[in-house]
Nanobody, 128 residues
Framework: QVKLAESGGDSVEAGGSLRLVCSAS?????????????MAWFRQAPGNELEGVAA???????TYADSVKGRMTISMNYNLNTLYLQLDSLQPEDTGMYYC?????????????????WGQGTQVTVSS
């Protein structure tokens, strides 16, 4: 079982930046590292549905939600088994709980919710 732990969430003012970190361990990580995983970031604001924000496949292909293109960047550090999400030009509508997800055999679209491994989330709050 892959374990995912997010960190880096904080309260910032509009226009600010954050870097979210997702540390992966266990399961297939022990043998193959995160290079064997498709991974993604999702977010959920109170009262809203879960939204796919950014995804990266094991071959490095990235996908972004239209709402974050040009403002957020997903990346991996294979040596550290870590997934990142750089958030720039943050806006109040970016507020929410951000979750890391991973799957060694993804059967959902890159930004779809069907990933089989999820972290507990890290809170991002953006004030105007």
């Amino acid at each position: 079982q892959v374990k995912l732990a997010e960190s880096g969430g904080d309260s910032v003012e509009a226009g600010g930046s954050l870097r979210l970190v997702c540390s992966a361990s266990g399961g297939t990580i022990n043998m193959f590292g995160i290079s064997a995983l498709d991974m993604a970031w999702f977010r959920q604001a109170p009262g809203n549905e879960l939204e796919g924000v950014a995804a990266i496949t094991r071959d490095g292909t990235t996908t972004y939600a239209d709402s974050v293109k040009g403002r957020m960047t997903i990346s991996m550090n294979y040596n550290l088994n870590t997934l990142y999400l750089q958030l720039d030009s943050l806006q109040p509508e970016d507020t929410g709980m951000y979750y890391c997800a991973a799957d060694p055999a993804r059967r959902t679209p890159p930004l779809g919710p069907g990933y089989r491994n999820w972290g507990q989330g890290t809170q991002v709050t953006v004030s105007s």
